[in-house]
Nanobody, 127 residues
Framework: QLQLVESGGGLVQPGGSLRLSCTAS????????IGWFRQAPGKKREEISC????????YYADSVKGRFTISRDKDKNTVYLQMNGLKPEDTAVYYC????????????????????WGQGTQVNVSS
């Protein structure tokens, strides 16, 4: 199936780190811009990071800039979100997503054009 799968969530103390992974078994992720989104209880889903397929340029929301890093491993067909300095307000379900079309840059992709989603992975930041 052409499905995205997230992993790596869990419970971590404030200030801690987690690395989320996004992979797919029958899809070459390198052809697609990949976005990371999150949704906390009672809040709208927000795009927090993106990596382009053409030049690997990146985007970060202000809420995570300087703490989170998005990257690709082409050999492993995986996109990572390294999350450092985690805060309780980072608690949410985290999703990776891709657009329908290949070879796009993040700065040309509105959030609503990410229309293929993984199932999500829960991140809880608490002492």
């Amino acid at each position: 199936q052409l499905q995205l799968v997230e992993s790596g969530g869990g419970l971590v103390q404030p200030g801690g780190s987690l690395r989320l992974s996004c992979t797919a078994s029958q899809l070459t992720l390198d052809y697609y811009a990949i976005g990371w989104f999150r949704q906390a209880p009672g809040k709208k889903r927000e795009e927090i990071s993106c990596i382009s397929s053409t030049d690997s340029s990146t985007y970060y929301a202000d809420s995570v800039k300087g703490r989170f890093t998005i990257s690709r491993d082409k050999d492993k067909n995986t996109v990572y979100l390294q999350m450092n300095g985690l805060k309780p307000e980072d608690t949410a379900v985290y999703y990776c997503a891709r657009p329908t079309f290949t070879l796009q840059r993040c700065d040309q992709l509105p959030s609503n054009e990410f229309d293929h989603w993984g199932q999500g992975t829960q991140v809880n930041v608490s002492s």
